[in-house]
């Protein structure tokens, strides 16, 4: 059975930056895309970051682009996220997901219906 346990998340001003993790059992990732969510105070879950199994294509949304990089480590069945210059507008908790696909197409239609506690991020003065 699927697992996803995040970790990372934490309180930082703004400007700062965390590094997020995911870690993945009682399944293999290698042949699936992985994918961040996040779901801010009030507002429905969206999708931040996608990569595919082989970690050769990545997407991202607009909002994160530029300051947000996603990647893995398949041998260790795990998924990161890298986000630097964070805004207050980039609080809310934090999930991985995997995505049913190798690649990221439509990615924040078709994650697995298994998610974690997810990681709380809080960006503020």
């Known amino acids: 059975q699927l697992q996803l346990v995040e970790r990372g998340g934490g309180s930082v001003q703004p400007g700062g930056s965390l590094r997020l993790s995911c870690a993945a059992s009682?399944?293999?990732?290698?042949?699936?895309?992985t994918a961040w969510f996040r779901q801010a105070p009030g507002k429905e879950r969206e999708g931040v970051s996608c990569?595919?199994?082989?970690?050769?294509?990545?997407s991202y949304a607009d909002s994160v682009k530029g300051r947000f990089t996603i990647s893995r480590d398949n041998a260790k069945n795990a998924v990161y996220l890298q986000m630097n210059s964070l805004k207050p507008e980039d609080t809310g908790n934090y999930y991985c997901?995997?995505?049913?696909?190798?690649?990221?197409?439509?990615?924040?239609?078709?994650?697995?219906?298994?998610w974690g506690q997810g990681t709380l991020v809080s960006v503020a003065s």
């Open positions: 990569i595919s199994n082989n970690g050769h294509s990545t």
């Open positions: 009682g399944f293999t990732l290698d042949y699936y895309a």
């Open positions: 997901a995997v995505i049913r696909y190798y690649h990221c197409s439509e990615y924040d239609r078709n994650a697995l219906d298994a």
